[in-house]
T-cell receptor
Framework: DQQVKQNSPSLSVQEGRISILNCDYTNSMFDYFLWYKKYPAEGPTFLISISSIKDKNEDGRFTVFLNKSAKHLSLHIVPSQPGDSAVYFCAAREYSGGGADGLTFGKGTHLIIQP | ETGVTQSPTHLIKTRGQQVTLRCSSQSGHNTVSWYQQALGQGPQFIFQYYREEENGRGNFPPRFSGLQFPNYSSELNVNALELDDSALYLC????????????FGPGTRLTVT
């Protein structure tokens, strides 16, 4: 049972336009959400995060939106640049109050920025 | 500041063998988490080590075990390798047991034949 779902395996966007990557989750105990970016032959790189008490977080060209009632978050990249071409993972953390449960990841969306 | 490093980069093993993967955490980080990423999937949490003790575990059998050393580096050991263990193994370091961000190494690609 996948608790974090990224339903678009790939997304193609023209350079300069907005890229919107979507993520849905089922576990209402998740309290923190993160986006990671991964290039081939490298580990995931942290991009941006948002706490469940907020609905928006912005960092330069990257903005993450959280809709708790819909259990949905999205990552907006504007304007999109060629270097943004990568696989983007949505991840979530469940606060357990004791031991760590690690991050739960989606399967990723391959973003392709076309010139 | 040194990032997270992992060794070896690639490894080929035969079914039934044992393997040890190594990870050096980022400077100042005291927590190490291990993830398995199968082809076409997102990383899946194996376990986390904090202050040299296992602090949390995902849905992996006991033949997956680990160690953390006083310098916060870590090892992942897998016994009785199975074909399905073929994957990219990622190590992530962080500060504390409920980190907001984890910093990943480049991974070790394990192939079991």
């Amino acid at each position: 049972d996948q608790q974090v779902k990224q339903n678009s395996p790939s997304l193609s966007v023209q350079e300069g336009r907005i890229s919107i990557l979507n993520c849905d989750y089922t576990n209402s105990m998740f309290d923190y959400f993160l986006w990671y970016k991964k290039y081939p032959a490298e580990g995931p790189t942290f991009l941006i995060s948002i706490s469940s008490i907020k609905d928006k977080n912005e960092d330069g060209r990257f903005t993450v939106f959280l809709n708790k009632s819909a259990k949905h978050l999205s990552l907006h990249i504007v304007p999109s640049q060629p270097g943004d071409s990568a696989v983007y993972f949505c991840a979530a953390r469940e606060y357990s109050g004791g031991g760590a449960d690690g991050l739960t990841f989606g399967k990723g969306t391959h973003l392709i920025i076309q010139p | 500041e040194t990032g997270v490093t992992q060794s070896p980069t690639h490894l080929i093993k035969t079914r039934g063998q044992q393997v040890t993967l190594r990870c050096s955490s980022q400077s100042g980080h005291n927590t190490v988490s291990w993830y398995q990423q199968a082809l076409g999937q997102g990383p899946q949490f194996i376990f986390q080590y904090y202050r040299e003790e296992e602090n949390g575990r995902g849905n992996f059998p006991p033949r997956f075990s680990g160690l953390q050393f006083p310098n916060y580096s870590s090892e992942l050991n897998v016994n009785a390798l199975e074909l399905d263990d073929s994957a990219l193994y990622l190590c992530a370091s962080s500060i504390g047991t409920q980190p907001n961000e984890q910093y990943f190494g480049p991974g070790t690609r394990l192939t079991v034949t």
